[in-house]
């Protein structure tokens, strides 16, 4: 990230953490659009492949573009479903770059090979890795894991910082030491978060095959892991929080003596352009639509959860929630 970059990230996080301090209007420095729900892969954890395959066209999607610039976003994750289906990826991620948001992209990297350049403008990319070729295939589908070693070392070959998150399952909860290894291998860096469950956009359950016990002391490994300098991206409020939790069944429940950040600090969009305070509340609460309403004032602030472990929530609400913590390893990691 250059330093232009992290100054109007920076600027714009702060201007949002002020104003959901204060308990002012929304002022949501960071959205995540999916920009499609169709995937190659069938995921045993993930629905977004089974609910509406439709999506926005350019025009749509650079008034909405419009629409978050004018919000104060700088920081935008492009998602799925798997992006590189679409063949105007790269003009989407045009439009973004021409209003200077900072781009992350999540793509599942099976399809690098055929459309590379689909890619190569994002500031970040996101991929998924889960373990070797029989764990990550177990959770992902046959010859998922063909192909994704070589496309994060041809991605960060080409400068491009690359960060794999692993979904924890019964597939995936001995494979940190391989992970690990790959990632010092080849220079990327690792995100974890636990298997979420009970919303739309996720299907499954939590195999009865794990124990709480044996799932946080998962994560206290990994927190021993991370201060012997492995190159873990998850941040250590993130692994201390999930060590302790006391039901990795139950991925969020309302707890009236917390406030949580989603749809104040942060929103996600579907393909279809409407909005929510964050990916697991989609299906759960009233959506505004950004084609035609402002968040701040159609947004109804009516969060169903205020705790959760949903992986990218938990690590932007800890943000909001313990900023200074959240912002001194911020700097250490992405320094």
């Known amino acids: 990230m250059r330093l232009s970059e992290k100054i109007a990230v920076g600027y714009a996080y702060g201007t949002s953490l002020l104003s959901y301090m204060v308990d002012g209007p929304a002022r949501p420095f960071s959205a995540t659009f999916a920009v499609t729900n169709r995937c190659n892969l069938r995921c045993e954890y993930c629905n977004c492949p089974f609910i509406d395959p439709s999506n926005l066209a350019l025009p749509q999607i650079e008034t909405m573009f419009d629409r978050l610039q004018q919000m104060g976003v700088r920081r935008l994750g492009l998602a799925g479903g798997e992006p590189t289906l679409r063949a105007d990826l790269g003009e989407i991620v045009e439009m973004a770059k021409a209003r200077k948001f900072f781009v992350s992209i999540n793509s599942n990297l099976t399809l ?5 350049e689909r890619l190569w403008q994002g500031d970040l990319i996101y991929t998924s890795l889960d373990g070797d070729a029989a764990a990550h295939n177990a959770a992902r589908g046959e010859r998922a894991f063909e192909g994704v070693l070589e496309a994060i070392e041809d991605l960060i070959g080409r400068g491009k910082p690359v960060i794999a998150i692993c979904v924890v399952t019964e597939h995936s909860i001995g494979q940190s030491e391989f992970l690990l290894a790959q990632a010092e291998r080849l220079g990327f860096r690792l995100h974890f978060q636990p298997q979420c469950v009970d919303t739309e956009i996720v299907r499954g359950e939590v195999s009865g095959a794990l124990s709480n016990e044996s799932i ?16 873990i991206v998850s941040s250590t409020p993130y692994l201390e929080l999930l060590s302790k939790w006391e039901d990795f069944s139950v991925s969020a429940y309302y707890d009236a003596d917390t406030r949580c950040p989603a749809g104040h600090g942060y929103i996600y969009i579907d393909p279809q352009g409407k909005a929510w305070a964050c990916a697991y509340t ?11 309403q402002d968040w701040q004032e159609a947004w109804t602030k009516d969060n169903p959860c205020t705790r959760c ?14 900023p200074l913590s959240a912002i001194r390893e911020g700097i250490r990691t992405y320094g």
């Open 309 to 322: 472990t949903v992986g990218p929530m938990l690590e932007f609400n800890l943000l909001f929630q313990r």
């Open 216 to 231: 946080r002391q998962f994560w206290r490994g990994l927190g021993e892991q991370k201060r012997k300098g492995r190159p």
């Open 112 to 116: 690098y090979s055929r459309h590379p």
């Open 282 to 292: 989609k299906g759960l609460t009233k959506p505004v639509d950004l084609l035609s």
